[in-house]
């Protein structure tokens, strides 16, 4: 069901991320916009999802956005804290984890991440990023990885500086040879649309873009040469009960800072 | 058994030039003000251990007093860039800094190998990653059963471990709730241990989620309300989110990162809403 | 999601003929009432795990239905040996048992393995002991990093893990509390799971020391009040030590114990006090 | 200070027994005689002694003796109760617990110990013991360790047929040579006297005695040749107040299966 009601570019890439999880029994969560996805696809699409963060807790069913992986709400509406060795261990190496969410600084085609350092140029230093973090088991030991980022050619490049998370590595067959139990990634939800990896090459192509949005904008802010599907679809335009939710989340985010 | 001090005493007394130093906590009971009394006091050349190095270390790495950081995530959670980690690898401000880099699962097993008094630890991790490229203590081992390739990393025994709790009892004890991290491991893999707590409370009652570090494996507890202050402390305090969001322009700019230090931290005042 | 079932309903849809068991608790809410519903079955020719075999496992054996024990310490705690589990062991009565043998701390770490997905755990084990020359179980690694050589032990990865706990949530969420032993890792380390618990509540209320298990990684839970008996669950019952002391002599022959049998687990009746 | 109060050969091994724990700050404690020997100690000479179970219980205080490793007296009053895997990892083999306390079924001139298998000559299977529990690694970790049997033949033998835990080895140096962190057995307590090693040999040899014990009857109750000190010094017997408390804690632990 559509409504005819004014929405952003990033709202259609938080509602199309959450709709990703439509099906899951759990998502590892990752901060930002993940976690964004993961707690509207609570509100709409999956009020079963179980929520995993790396803090530790198990089941967190928050009613507002957390602004870090660690506040309170978090842990206090969990069916379940643990240690983060535990929760690493036990639960993510343990292959108990259905979904995998990242975000990301920089992706290449074959939907590897680097959130480690960039390059700058000869003379210059090389811009720090946060580093690791939780992603690169999070990327290995899930059943499937969705990835959710903002398009342009910065974040969308030819090559990546550093391979902090392997996706695809160099195409398919290297996942299972390095033995990574979990599919990889399997969509990169943008706010322009969505790239899935191909069956055959494992390289990320462009299924989807979102209403009002052309296949030239998706190529222009693609740092490779896209490929694209033959038939892309649009997305479905959010619906006011997916805004609704979705707006409401993040206006209860902001005003807990009491 | 732990001795109950100040905190004045207690950083002076554990903590020291050159030290390896881990100050632990999930975002969740992070001991602020133990590392603000490492700056009034001076305490240089440390080795910063912690899985998210966060605002905490982003103070003391601009103080000047840290040489090395052994970390997995080094953000303003939910805000952006810690800029004065950032300044100090780019440009090496105040003093360069090395880096010993890993993942989360990475550093939550070194802890674990620590407090076990193993040489290293194995997971299924950094599997097609470059991180192991630049440090080493990354490596592998082949299962002896099954010949698979695992990842080992080397364990982590700090000289000193620093966290903030709840409550302790009379004789030490301590108990701490809510996201309980990786502390207790990271208590026990270090040489020394300084706890500081909200209260002292006559007896210690077991809550729900409720970790007990017996006083005999901690050196130090120093009473600290609001100790962990802008991070918070369940059942005491909500986390401050207002400073986690001014500290990105607080911190952006060396000069007006060093007046808040001077204004907020070295003039012994506690830390400004 | 846990389905909730009757017990015979769980045993038959969970354990069957060859499978490798895991039953846990450690002395606390051990499983006897799923034991006891396994020996009704007849579901045989089983591999049993369990670190203190115990009462329980003497009774499985005394029934010809355990073909391998994988375990750490077989004794009536408190009171002496176990006889079923000598008399099968010794004399192959009523059919022979075969054994794989592990110290506690060496068990332990086979569920940790098993839990995380990891094919072996590391620990400071086995030296100088002649355990390790009667099973293929335990083996050594050298670290990468010092070149010291520690024990490896194999992991656990039973088909199934039974456990007793003291409560579950409608939905099948499960939470123990006291002594919690191995059980999360044993019902983590198996294919399948099956919880008996004392009853079922509408929510769960975190207890101080309680362990929840989420009912999605759980198959079947069955309520069973008392089923843990002769042991207990903290806050039901108080262990039967007296039981523990009279199965001495109940065992310690064949024919009484095949009465004991028949009159008290095959004709259906609770094990009698 | 003596009193002329009677007492059995069980008592006088179990009050020395305790008394060797006076001075320790935590006890990792087998359950049966060295369950009695460390409760013992708690209510004489060492009130404050951390009191540590395989089941998971650190700083156990119970009032009656435990029937098993795992009563729930011992949960009720302990400071903590963790994870068997975490006790045994963390805690002793972190190298946290000052004194491990054992039983043994055999032991040898070496204070190796045997509970797994007793040879029983040609044509007859082994008779078969409980096995290993925890012994193996509370003996290697352990700062040190206390042994506590009843003295015969049968337990004190030559050569015993299965190394399940290490004590001396073959003699000096074993130890160091395979790594174990801790010193190993410092003393067996039996109910006729105190064996310890030799500091130049490793060799277990006799160098007290209770009351009323000969030197004669310690060597005839030895399946070697027992080596005795210059000077046997003899026990203080038991004094009313740590027979008061041994008893109270028996009766106690004999009343309560309700």
Not at chain 1, 42 to 54: D, G, M, Q
Not at chain 1, 194 to 220: K, M, N
Not at chain 2, 130 to 158: I, N, Q
Request: charged share 20%.
């Amino acid at each position: 069901m559509t409504d005819s009601v004014e929405f952003s570019r990033d709202e259609l890439m938080e509602v199309n991320a959450a709709r990703a999880l439509a099906g899951a029994r759990s998502c590892f969560v990752g901060i930002g916009l993940p976690s964004t996805a993961a707690n509207l696809a609570r509100a709409t699409v999956n009020p079963e999802l179980v929520l995993i963060y790396e803090s530790g807790t198990i089941g967190s069913k928050p009613n507002r956005l957390p602004l870090s992986i660690g506040d309170g709400e978090l842990a206090e509406t969990a069916d379940a804290v643990v240690s983060v060795p535990e929760v690493f261990n036990y639960w993510l190496q343990g292959g108990r984890i259905d979904v995998g969410f990242l975000g990301a600084a920089q992706v290449d085609r074959y939907a590897n991440i680097n959130t480690t350092v960039v390059d700058r140029g000869p003379g210059r230093s090389e811009a720090r990023l946060p580093g690791a973090g939780g992603a690169p088991e999070i990327a290995a030991n899930c059943g499937e990885v969705l990835m959710v980022l903002r398009h342009s050619t910065r974040n969308f490049v030819k090559k990546i500086d550093f391979v902090t998370t392997l996706g695809h590595g160099s195409g398919p067959g290297d996942r299972a040879e390095l033995g990574l139990p979990g599919a990889g990634p399997v969509a990169v939800i943008t706010d322009l649309g969505i790239l899935r990896p191909d069956d055959s090459t494992a390289e990320l192509f462009l299924t989807e873009v979102h209403p009002g949005v052309t296949v030239e904008q998706v190529r222009a802010a693609t740092g490779w040469e896209l490929k694209v599907a033959d038939e892309v679809v649009t997305t479905e335009p959010p619906t006011s009960q997916e805004l609704t939710a979705l707006r409401a989340l993040k206006a209860a985010g902001r005003s807990t800072a009491v | 058994m732990a001795k109950h001090l100040t905190l004045q005493e207690a950083v002076a007394e554990l903590i020291h030039d050159g030290d390896t130093v881990a100050m632990e906590g999930f975002t969740h009971l992070i001991p602020y003000a133990a590392a603000h009394e490492i700056i009034r006091q001076r305490i240089t050349d440390l080795t910063l251990v912690r899985m998210t190095p966060d605002v905490i270390y982003d103070q003391l790495i601009g103080a000047g007093l840290v040489r090395k950081l052994i970390f997995s995530w080094g953000g303003n959670p939910g805000v952006g860039s810690l800029h004065r980690f950032r300044d100090a690898v780019e440009n090496g401000w105040p003093r360069p800094l090395e880096l010993d880099e890993h993942s989360h699962a990475g550093m939550a097993n070194r802890y674990v190998a620590g407090a076990s008094r193993l040489p290293f630890a194995v997971l299924r991790g950094y599997r097609g990653s470059d991180l192991p490229r630049r440090t080493d203590t990354v490596s592998t081992v082949a299962c002896p059963f099954t010949g698979e390739e695992l990842a080992a990393v080397a364990a982590l025994h700090p000289d000193v471990t620093v966290i903030h709790a709840q409550q302790a009892d009379t004789k030490g004890n301590v108990q701490l709730w809510g996201l309980t991290g990786v502390q207790k491991e990271a208590v026990l893999a270090a040489d020394r241990s300084l706890v500081t707590v909200e209260e002292i409370v006559d007896d210690l009652e077991l809550r729900p989620g409720g970790v007990i570090i017996p006083t005999w494996v901690i050196d130090a507890v120093a009473v600290v309300p609001g100790g962990a202050h802008p991070s918070y402390a369940a059942g005491y305090s909500v986390r401050d989110n207002d400073f986690y969001r001014s500290w990105d322009s607080i911190s952006r700019d060396r000069e007006a990162f060093t007046a808040w230090l001077e204004e907020n931290v070295l003039s012994g005042r506690a830390v400004s809403r």
